[in-house]
């Protein structure tokens, strides 16, 4: 789907956030996912969202591998909940299930610093069905929390 013209921002950018308490080694753990919905106030959905600013922050001493995909497999299932039902498309899940496919669309390390990624460049936009997910892994050592805010504007 295309829509032609320029992106209207509807409102003001909307931030999404949570906090994963344990985040392990081995497999990238979802820490938020975000999806434009497919049905909005009982029409097809036609609204795009973009996301544009991602922070991650962990308690971790060594850190952790971020990684953001598009459209992520995960091993169980998410479970969706309105970002706000009746005045926007997102929907959020924090399911802490392990990552297994999608489309890896930027990856880095973040720390007990926390580091802020500026997606602009990147033209992201998810139209309708279509989900973002920041998922973490620890390099090395013991579990850790891991908080993901993603932040995202929507069209009219």
């Not at 992520?72 to 929907?91: C, H, L, M, R, W």
């Amino acid at each position: 789907m295309f829509n032609e013209g320029p992106i209207v921002v509807s409102e003001a950018p909307r931030p999404v956030s949570n906090t994963q308490p344990t985040v392990t080694t081995g497999n990238f753990t979802n820490i938020l996912t975000l999806r434009n919905r497919l049905v909005f106030n009982g029409k097809r959905n036609s609204i795009e969202i973009e996301p544009f600013i991602v922070a991650v922050v962990t308690d971790s001493s060594k850190g952790v591998l971020v990684q953001i995909s598009k459209n992520a497999v995960p091993s169980g299932d998410f479970i969706f909940a309105y970002v706000n039902k009746d005045q926007s498309t997102s929907e959020i899940a924090t399911d802490g299930v392990a990552i297994t496919g999608g489309t890896p669309t930027v990856s880095f390390v973040a720390t007990v610093l926390g580091v802020n990624v500026d997606l602009n460049e990147l033209g992201l936009f998810l139209f309708q069905g279509e989900s973002f997910t920041v998922s973490a892994q620890i390099i090395s050592g013991s579990p850790a929390s891991v908080t993901a805010t993603v932040t995202s504007v929507e069209d009219q």
